[in-house]
């Protein structure tokens, strides 16, 4: 099995690799938020110069350092997600239902992490699409607190934690963000533009359908590293069957885990079954811990969904960045 620090790198080009691993070497000496970001970079396949989002928030990786072990530190260290991928339906079903927030009317159908989507082609976050950024952060967050505020936790769980969180808040489902799709390409909407290139101009047709196969994509392989951390912790009841069947054909490799569910997919017929949900169909993930969560799903109690199935895979979007 792969190292979890390393699969949680995933959107992470060569650069902000090296950048995280010389960082980390710094924040094990000092716990420092400057040691745990990394500067904004501008890669080959971007527009602008975009960091690296932290799946377990910085003040808490600063603040909680001296209550988390050196291997455990590392695997939340290392929970890193593209910016560019991070993107969300606003008013979504998971804020409105599952965690009974009123976020209000926002001004854009899609919004994303800063600054992942513009309004504008430009540097730094001039003209950047944030909407429920902060709401979402900060759900993030506490999610990932009530697990490590759980004395028994496994070491792992505070990276599972901040991964699962990141892709249930800030990542829609491709079907809840397609619902988006005729306000974001009207005539006369508010032009939107990704961070890659590839993608092009969101408020169009094709830049849209490619955005939002991008992040599917990205999505569907996050949870399959959540999956695999799920089960190195011992947290199997958490684990949805078609994710345990993917990893045990590819011997615990992600990439070849994702082609099998995409061959699944392909098929009509098939005993793989795929989640259809038009939005995320997992429970909230502050209330307790993993560890209890995991415990309440083996002593026979409504199996806390922390993780929802898989959901049919096309073909890679054409220009896929990563």
Not at 200 to 229: Q, Y
Request: net charge positive; aromatic share 6%; glycine share 8%.
């Amino acid at each position: 099995m792969p190292h979890h620090y390393k699969t949680g790198m995933y959107t992470m080009d060569s650069a902000r690799r090296t950048s995280l691993r010389v960082n980390f070497k710094r924040y094990r000496q000092k716990p420092l938020s400057s040691n745990i970001r990394i500067k904004a970079l501008t890669g080959a396949r971007e527009r602008w110069g975009v960091s690296a989002d932290e799946n377990v928030r910085t003040k808490i990786l600063r603040t909680q350092f001296g209550s988390m072990g050196k291997r455990e530190a590392r695997a939340a260290y290392y929970q890193r997600s593209h910016q560019g991928v991070l993107v969300w339906r606003t008013g979504s079903r998971v804020l409105r239902k599952t965690y009974q927030q009123d976020p209000g009317k926002a001004t854009h159908p899609i919004a994303a992490h800063t600054p992942g989507l513009k309004t504008q082609v430009t540097g730094g976050t001039k003209g950047a699409i944030t909407a429920e950024h902060g709401t979402r952060d900060n759900l993030r967050a506490a999610a990932v607190m009530k697990t490590l505020a759980d004395p028994k936790r496994h070491r792992l769980d505070v990276a599972a934690m901040g991964k699962l969180a990141t892709v249930q808040l800030l990542m829609s489902p491709q079907e809840e963000l397609k619902r988006a799709r005729t306000s974001v390409t009207a005539p006369n909407a508010t032009p939107v533009h990704s961070v890659f290139p590839g993608v092009g101009k969101v408020s169009r047709t094709k830049g849209f359908d490619r955005l939002t196969g991008t992040v599917h994509e990205v999505r569907e392989r996050e949870k399959l590293v959540a999956a695999s951390t799920l089960l190195a912790a011992g947290r199997s009841s958490l684990v949805p069957p078609q994710h345990k069947r993917s990893l045990d054909r590819s011997g615990g490799d992600i990439d070849e885990a994702l082609e099998y569910q995409r061959r699944k997919s392909a098929k009509s017929s098939t005993s793989f079954s795929f989640n259809e949900k038009r939005y995320s169909a997992t429970d909230r993930l502050d209330r307790t811990s993993l560890r209890r969560m995991d415990r309440g799903a083996r002593h026979g109690a409504d199996r806390s969904r922390a993780l929802s199935p898989p959901r049919r895979l096309p073909d890679r979007p054409k220009k896929y960045p990563f």
